[in-house]
């Protein structure tokens, strides 16, 4: 069992004149509700240009906890051509997404909806956590009339431990809101083989939020009125440095805080990260200050995110791993999924530290390696308050 993160606020043993002490309040759940809102949509059709949607400020009705971006085209009548989506795609579609905070500073990216969808496939957010394997999901291709449409839904992790729930932001003035904005990706990024009729999109965005706590349950019992560690936040960064094939040792230019997981894609001269996966390093040796805590061949990766992550279907099909795409997770200390965690193994990371990454890249010519940091800063700086002790 997960043990809270935040102690029961309380009044003192005893009360004034010997009285018994008042009891010990109820956690924040039973004096909130659940609130759905969908408030968001931009419809049009998809050009040679990326197209910008108007920004979207989430609603202001207590604490943000989640958000949804679903993205629909329709490229009926296509007449012969024999679609076929780019590498990426077409998750990629979504060219650039951000979540800002309240003074306009990414919470959450920049990133591509691909890079959205691989961070939540490896953060252990959900029970459900790769949207390929989702009724939601489709890619058609080859020569149907509807060859090129697609659909996915993907989930953009606010809070970061539901049970809690950790990592809610408040969200209650209009006048210092949240922002999301997306940009839509060009025909010619998104297949190699465009459909005769350039689809159409729909763009929704949904918000799940937590009601301010209303201090009583059901029963008129007190409850604790914010999220335990309320200000908590899950961050996401990305940074990319070419790696030439050959010997490499690169410091990784790491972010302050405590790490839930690290995403490593390689990708080629050419942008593949087919080849990518083949060129990776075997072993790889990734080091922090003195020591090297991971050193791994590549196929012992590959085992070691089966048994966190449970993807063991056939690579780059749903259900199982990408081509090029390598995590070394730290929340494994609670359950047997990468995600059920306890906060106890994040590993920390300061301005003073050297974090970096070893190994023999295969191949030949200039790789590419991106590194998205999958990282929470605690409230007021101090770890303790994410955990229970």
């Given at each position: 069992m997960a043990t809270a993160t935040a102690q029961p606020q309380q009044a003192p043993a005893q009360g004034k004149g010997g009285k018994a002490a008042p009891p010990v309040l109820r956690p924040f759940f039973p004096g909130t509700l659940d609130l759905e809102t969908h408030t968001y949509v931009k419809t049009g059709t998809l050009t040679t240009s990326q197209i910008p949607l108007d920004t979207f400020y989430p609603k202001t009705n207590g604490f943000l906890a989640d958000l949804w971006i679903e993205m629909e085209t329709n490229a009926t009548p296509n007449t012969n051509a024999n679609t076929a989506f780019n590498e990426d795609f077409p998750l990629r579609a979504i060219s650039v997404f951000t979540l800002s905070d309240t003074g306009g500073q990414p919470i959450l990216g920049p990133m591509t909806g691909w890079e959205l969808a691989q961070f939540v496939k490896h953060g252990g957010f959900s029970f459900s956590d790769d949207p390929t394997q989702s009724q939601t999901y489709k890619a058609?291709?080859?020569t149907s009339t509807a060859g090129g449409s697609f659909s996915f839904i993907l989930q953009i992790p606010v809070q970061f431990v539901r049970r809690e729930p950790l990592g809610v932001l408040p969200n209650t003035n209009s006048n210092n809101a949240y922002a999301v904005d997306i940009t839509i990706s060009t025909l010619a990024q998104i297949y190699s083989v465009a459909p005769n009729t350039a689809p159409t999109y729909k763009v929704s965005v949904y918000q799940d939020s937590y009601r301010q706590s209303s201090g009583k349950d059901?029963?008129?019992?007190?409850?604790?009125t914010t999220p335990p560690g309320l200000g908590a936040v899950l961050y996401l960064r990305r940074n990319t440095m070419d790696l030439s094939a050959g010997?490499?040792?690169?410091?990784?230019?790491?972010q302050e805080g405590s790490y839930r997981a690290l995403h490593f894609v390689l990708r080629d001269s050419n942008g593949s990260r087919l080849?990518?996966?083949a060129d990776w390093p075997d072993p790889v040796q990734i080091y922090f200050n003195n020591?090297?805590?991971y050193d791994r061949t590549k196929r012992f990766w590959i085992r070691r995110m089966e048994r966190d992550y449970g993807y063991v279907a056939a690579v780059n099909t749903p259900g199982g791993r990408d081509y090029g795409v390598f995590t070394l997770p730290f929340i494994t200390d609670n359950g047997l999924k990468a995600g059920s965690e306890d906060r106890y193994k994040y590993l920390s990371v300061s301005a003073a530290d050297t974090l970096?990454?070893?190994g023999v890249v295969g191949g030949s010519g200039t790789h590419v390696l991106t590194t998205?940091?999958?990282?929470?800063?605690?409230?007021?700086?101090?770890i303790k308050g994410l955990t229970a002790r």
């Open positions: 058609t291709t080859g059901a029963q008129k019992n007190s409850t604790v010997s490499v040792d690169e410091e990784l230019s790491q080849q990518g996966d020591d090297v805590p970096g990454f070893r998205m940091y999958n990282f929470v800063r605690p409230p007021g700086g101090n």
